[in-house]
């Protein structure tokens, strides 16, 4: 059984611990690597890597940086199936999904190869009499990421592409349950010519993340998850004096109304909702039927949901794949079942599914669960499971209060054909990331993605123009050259203080 290793100074290293944890592949419910959990032994020396580089990379010319990037580009392009397959056999999302993670991450390795364009800075000439003012950005130093199990390719690329081509150093602590694609797209920075330090990996749990958020040569951190692991983060963090981005949980509606074309909502709905088993932070988890679209609307729902294909995420013919773990399985479950205890209806039902040949995977059906009042605790807590609760709503004004009563902001959507109606809602709604017709509005690499209310702790989003922003501080420089009537006489004195 292959051991995961940390990534240090360019090598992989067992660290300085004995504790390992099982990595599964959740189609066949069986273990197949363990990954080294780090000791704070272990962070100290890729934290001191990365300060050590630091110094050099921070002064590496724009054109060094962008070449490292480029290269990095076409590395990643030219592998994309290795690392979907990477994703697939670890997360469990079928190769279609795993490589749309991979394009997707590629955006922004893509948006920080243009690096020199992003760091110009400004100038204005002659401010004052004889006087310039002009400012630059600097890297920070060592900066963190920490990020979550449901996109291992995507999400880091989200942050250390930018952080490193603006000059800083990196240390990625990915999720434990797939680490191995950090670990392959390692080896991919050091053939693109990163410098030894640059870049480096230590897998394991809240040691290892305390670790990081109380090293005192950390600089900034950033962090996708869990809201309640979001909040610690961003409060440890703080309280340690570093400048900090904390992507939190989310629960995304979908506003349908009456006059929008509902096979065509359904559909969306139905991918936003099922696509990579639910398992991501921009899913719609909660549809709002307005009015008169409720029923035709549930009923298209629930014969496409029926018509999905689950299977093994390597089997060509899937279409969803298994949850993550036994323990997520079980737990979406015992959601679905609270659902249906406090009066909800299961129209479509993906508790206990087996897959031929696949019968100790960690399946769980497409399901829709129709009546779901916001009371219920299938409505108030993020599944992240292939699950769609059905709300109804007398108006689009009383759908957008629905949203905005809900403590999380991530992301919504409304599918309707009515200008007016979408642009109340685009204005209305208190969401980070608004999609109209569009089920899951994840916004391009140039643009930076990032939510509000309980989805976001902090002020800066994720990539685009606000990732640089994070990445870099800013230096101001007023300057005069006063002019020089004549030379100085030179003298072969010795020099004196008069």
Not at 15 to 34: D, I, K
Not at 56 to 62: E, N
Not at 162 to 176: D, H, R, W, Y
Not at 261 to 273: I, K, N
Request: with cysteine; hydrophobic share 40%.
């Amino acid at each position: 059984m292959a051991t995961i290793e940390h990534w240090i100074d360019g090598e992989f290293t067992a660290g300085s611990g004995g504790r390992r944890a099982p990595v599964f592949n959740p189609a066949t419910g069986r273990q197949q690597h363990e990954v080294v959990l780090a000791t704070e032994a272990d962070v100290d020396a890729a934290v001191t890597a990365a300060r050590v580089a630091f110094e050099s990379w921070s002064q590496a010319s724009l054109s060094k940086r962008t070449k490292v990037m480029f290269n990095f580009r076409e590395l990643v392009n030219a592998r994309v199936k290795e690392i979907a397959e990477i994703v697939s056999d670890e997360h469990g999302k079928v190769l279609s999904d795993a490589a749309g993670e991979v394009q997707r991450g590629l955006e922004v390795i893509e948006f920080a190869c243009g690096i020199p364009q992003l760091l110009k800075g400004e100038y204005s000439d002659q401010a004052s009499t004889g006087v310039d003012v002009f400012s630059f950005r600097e890297p920070l130093g060592v900066c963190v990421g920490i990020t979550p199990f449901n996109f291992p390719a995507m999400v880091p690329m989200w942050m250390y592409p930018v952080a490193i081509a603006c000059g800083n150093t990196f240390v990625l602590k990915p999720s434990e349950r797939d680490p191995s694609a950090s670990n392959y797209v390692a080896g991919l920075l050091q053939e693109a010519g990163l410098p030894d330090g640059v870049f480096n990996i230590v897998h394991g749990d809240k040691t290892a993340v305390d670790g990081l958020l109380h090293h005192p040569d950390v600089a900034a951190v950033s962090f996708v998850g869990s809201t309640p692991i979001a909040r610690y983060i961003h409060e440890q963090a703080n309280a340690h004096g570093k400048r900090v981005q904390a992507l939190g949980g989310a629960k995304n509606h979908a506003i349908i109304l009456p006059d929008a074309d509902l096979e065509y909502a359904a559909g969306h709905l139905t991918a936003a909702a099922f696509g990579s088993a639910g398992e991501r932070c921009m899913a719609i988890s909660a549809a709002v039927a307005v009015g008169g679209a409720g029923d035709t609307l549930v009923d298209l729902v629930n014969r496409k949901a029926g018509e999905v294909v689950v299977g093994s995420g390597r089997d060509p013919a899937s279409e969803m794949g298994p949850v993550v773990t036994a323990a997520a399985k079980q737990r979406i479950e015992g959601l679905i079942d609270s659902g249906e205890r406090a009066g909800a209806k299961v129209t479509v039902d993906g508790r206990g599914l087996t897959v031929p040949g696949y019968e100790e995977g960690f399946f769980v059906g497409p399901t829709v669960i129709d009546q779901v009042d916001p009371s219920m605790e299938v409505y108030t807590e993020e599944i992240f499971g292939p699950v769609l609760s059905v709300v109804r709503a007398d108006t689009v004004d009383a759908a957008i209060d629905l949203i905005n009563s809900n403590p999380y902001g991530n992301g919504t959507a409304i599918f309707t054909s009515s200008g007016e109606a979408a642009r109340r809602f685009q204005r209305g709604v208190r969401v980070g990331m608004i999609g109209i017709n569009v089920p899951i509005p994840v916004p391009m690499a140039y643009y930076s993605f990032g939510g509000w209310k309980d989805s976001l702790f902090g002020d800066k989003h994720v990539h685009g123009p606000e990732g640089v922003s994070f990445y870099t501080r800013a230096k101001v420089v007023t300057s005069r050259w006063p002019h020089v009537s004549h030379a100085y006489d030179a003298s072969l004195q010795f020099p004196t203080a008069s």
